[in-house]
């Protein structure tokens, strides 16, 4: 398991600084990467966190999205653990959004030139 930098007292049980790396190689049809903590992890599924997140990839908001894993988590946690609730943090990038194509800025133009 891995943990932050300096915490002696875990280290003695096993937890280390040094990161936990997996690598995979994208395909077409994955959607969106999620990176979050143990806090998120111990409570949601793989497809929990598909399920929250899916709604949200599909009108492009990837902070909603979090904000939606952390609150599931929080509220997860608290049923089955009321008294402690700690390091709950999540990102999610969405892969190949297509956003609304916007005009150049003239004024920003006219400086490159």
């Known amino acids: 398991?891995?943990?932050?930098?300096?915490?002696?007292?875990?280290?003695?049980?096993?937890?280390?600084?040094?990161?936990?790396?997996?690598?995979?190689?994208?395909?077409?049809?994955?959607?969106?990467?999620?990176?979050?903590?143990?806090?998120?992890?111990?409570?949601?599924?793989?497809?929990?966190?598909?399920?929250?997140?899916m709604p949200y990839?599909?009108?492009?908001?990837?902070?909603?999205?979090?904000e939606a894993v952390v609150r599931e988590s929080y509220l997860k946690w608290k049923q089955e653990e009321d008294d402690i609730i700690d390091d709950i943090t999540c990102v999610i990038i969405f892969l190949d959004v297509k956003m609304p194509q916007q005009e150049p800025n003239i004024h920003l133009l006219e400086q490159t030139v």
């Open 57 to 66: 990839f599909e009108c492009k908001n990837a902070e909603k999205a979090a």
């Open 1 to 53: 398991m891995t943990r932050s930098f300096g915490d002696e007292v875990a280290s003695r049980v096993g937890i280390t600084a040094e990161p936990e790396i997996l690598e995979l190689d994208l395909c077409p049809d994955d959607r969106f990467v999620v990176l979050a903590s143990d806090g998120v992890w111990e409570f949601l599924s793989n497809e929990d966190i598909a399920k929250i997140v």
